[in-house]
């Protein structure tokens, strides 16, 4: 849900805003490390790893937009912003191979989240708004994927058989 907010903003629909930066913090961020350790008791490096990673993603994000309006740092630069983006991008790709191995719609997810961070970093270097509106129209697309594959996932573990399918596993 935080990904789709954030996106709608980057589509041009409203500004950032208290909404997404709450999001940002207890949902996005929060909620996704505590998912995290919950992972790491169940023995799933990836769930772990990529939870805890992207709740770190949105209190990192978070903290870049309220510190300077506190007086506590520096506006981020544009050329900070496009580092920070690439980097979280090269880290996606990288965590997009693990997905190989898990369903297609983990594939779906992480694919679509390497073209999402592709966009912003290509929109933020070239300054090119309608290259950032087209990642947020992406973004949505990412958000609503990530969101049928987790409530895929609850149902399918609440009712013992396949409600919404994710793809096969590949072994």
């Known amino acids: ?22 999001m940002g913090i207890f949902y996005g961020g929060t909620a996704q490390v505590i998912a995290g350790i919950i992972e790491a008791k169940k023995n799933n490096t990836f769930g772990l790893t990529a939870f ?3 709740g770190m993603f949105w209190l990192t994000f978070v903290a870049m937009n309220f510190l300077p309006k506190l007086g506590l740092a520096e506006k981020t ?5 496009v580092a920070f983006l690439a980097m979280w991008g ?3 790709l990288f965590l997009f191979f693990g997905t190989l191995r898990l369903s297609k ?4 997810v992480f694919g679509s989240l ?11 270097a070239t300054g090119n708004e309608t290259i950032k509106h087209i990642a947020g129209y992406e973004g949505i697309i990412c958000g609503a994927s990530a969101i049928y594959t987790g409530i895929a996932q609850v149902l399918n573990e609440v009712y013992g058989r396949v409600v919404l399918p994710l793809g ?3 072994k």
Do not use: C, K, R
């Open 168 to 170: 096969p596993v590949v």
């Open 90 to 92: 090269l880290f996606t």
């Open 52 to 54: 805890t990673s992207y």
């Open 114 to 124: 390497v073209i999402l961070f592709g966009l912003l970093v290509w929109g933020d």
């Open 105 to 108: 719609a983990l594939q779906f």
């Open 1 to 22: 849900m935080t990904t789709i907010l954030l996106n709608v903003h980057n589509a041009g629909f409203f500004e950032i805003n208290a909404m997404i930066l709450a």
């Open 77 to 81: 630069s544009n050329d900070a912003l």
